[in-house]
Each structure stands twice: as C-alpha cells, then as structure tokens.
C-alpha cells in the first residue's frame, strides 16, 4: 500500500522534471529565434536590461523593509543573467556562497543555529522598526511603553 503512494510521487515528480525541461527547451528555442535577428537581438537587450532594471531597483527598496527584498533583488539578477554574461557570473558567485553559508549553519550544533537565528529575528525586527519610524513617523516602541504604562 505505501509503495503505490511511493511509485504515484515518483511518477508526478518525474513528469514535473519533463514538464519543467520542456518549458525550457519552448523558452531557449524562442530566444534563440530572437537572437537570430539583429533588430531583435538589441531588442531583448533592452528589454531585458530594463526588466532586470525594475526589478533590481524595486529590490533595493525594498531590503530595509521586512520582506524578501534580497530575494526580489536576486530574481533581477537573474533575469539579466538570460542575456548578460557579467550578471550570470555574480549569480553564479551568489548561489555559491548563499549555499556555502545555509551548509555551514546546517553543520552548526542546535546552540549555534538557535543564536544565528536570534541575530537575525533581532536585525529584522531592527530593521523594520527603524523603516516605520523614519518611513511613517511612527514611535513603535514609545507606544508600546506608552500602553504598558497605562494598562
């Protein structure tokens, strides 16, 4: 009875590798079509420039914010990384030392783990307050204490 359940992922998951390789073939296929043709070649650079542009700016914004800010910065480099070398490689760069530090902190004891993860609640949370004090005026912690004191 679990085998069949085994077999059943196995058979999705295999079909969502085939599924995901054909939308990269259809996506590299189109590509190389626009390449083919200078006009369209300048114009995937810039469209694709400018896209990568948006969202990479949209990204720095949003880093001081909580939120997937870097993320949102990372997916911008990696639409620029479809047509310019020099972003494929700082991708590259990042990938590497993004795993590099989730495998060191996997290697880490429960203690470790536990105070890198405090640091970053405590930056986040940093970060966030200072964001809507300076962004929306508001004194979080003042009411905060405020409301302690009076209830």
């Given at each position: ?101 989730a495998n060191w902190v996997k290697r880490q004891s429960l203690a470790v783990r536990f ?37």
């Open positions: 009875m679990n085998g069949g359940a085994e077999r059943e992922e196995t058979a999705v998951a295999v079909s969502e590798r085939r599924d995901h390789a054909r939308w990269r073939r259809r996506i590299s296929t189109t590509l190389a079509l626009i390449r083919a043709n200078p006009t369209g070649r300048v114009a995937l650079k810039i469209i694709i420039g400018v896209l990568g542009a948006i969202v990479v700016c949209v990204g720095i914004v949003l880093i001081p914010l909580p939120g997937p800010g870097w993320l949102i910065v990372i997916a911008g480099l990696g639409i620029w990384a479809v047509e310019f070398h020099w972003a494929k490689r700082l991708l590259g760069f990042t990938r590497r030392h993004v795993y590099g530090w105070v890198i993860g405090s640091v970053g609640i405590v930056f986040v949370s940093a970060v966030a307050l200072f964001s809507i004090k300076h962004s929306l005026g508001i004194d979080v912690i003042a009411r905060v204490l405020h409301y302690l004191a009076t209830h």
